[in-house]
């Protein structure tokens, strides 16, 4: 993939995030690493969405140097780049402040799964970091922030999306799009599962047998949802 293309799908992925309501003023980005040639493009910095082009997306090496754009970066991405370098496979990731799944992130509680709708996109529920340590949050607070999130998901291959303690959400796919598409499923299962615990605290889990049918009838090797 050429850098403009490059920058052009990640342009197009940060406009989603306002469209489906995920973010406001210029809470959040997305990031789309390119493995072939080593690139990554990510939202500039406190950029607001309506005017942003992609001409300001920020190119810059898996070590994060600066290869093309004239403005700075966000702010979080050496969290990105900490995904990209210790997870295989993922080449898209989001951050947002998006209202239900910051709420859980807030709590410093998972989003457990409860139904099929969760089951069709995250195999159990969707973890919580630990809180930060005062080492941490006053060294390199963002590299440190992504160096906890992979602590907390090593163990968490069939779920693409963290909330880290008192902060908000980080999700990832296999590019930008797949990214953004988890970031809004996630939003939708927070909000779920906000309003089901309010109408009964004590909901239980789903059952494993209906998590298993759900997410591997999608995801499994012999899945056969959708088309082929």
Known sequence: MDV???KERVLKANLLLPKYGLVT??????SEYDRE???VAIKPSGVEYDSMTADDIVVLTL????????LSPSSDTPTHLEIYRNFDGVCGVVHTHSRYATSFAQACIGIPPLGTTHGD?????IPCTREMTDAEVKGEYELETGRVIVECCKEYRNIPAVLVANHGPFVWGKDCMEAVHNSVVLEELSAMAWITKTL??????MPQRLLDKHFFRKHGANAYYGQK
């Open 4 to 6: 403009k293309e490059l």
């Open 25 to 30: 003023f210029t809470w959040g980005n997305v």
């Open 37 to 39: 040639s080593g690139l």
């Open 63 to 70: 070590d994060g140097e600066k290869v093309e754009g004239r």
């Open 121 to 125: 996109y995250y195999y159990g529920e």
């Open 200 to 205: 009964r605290s004590d909901t239980p889990n």
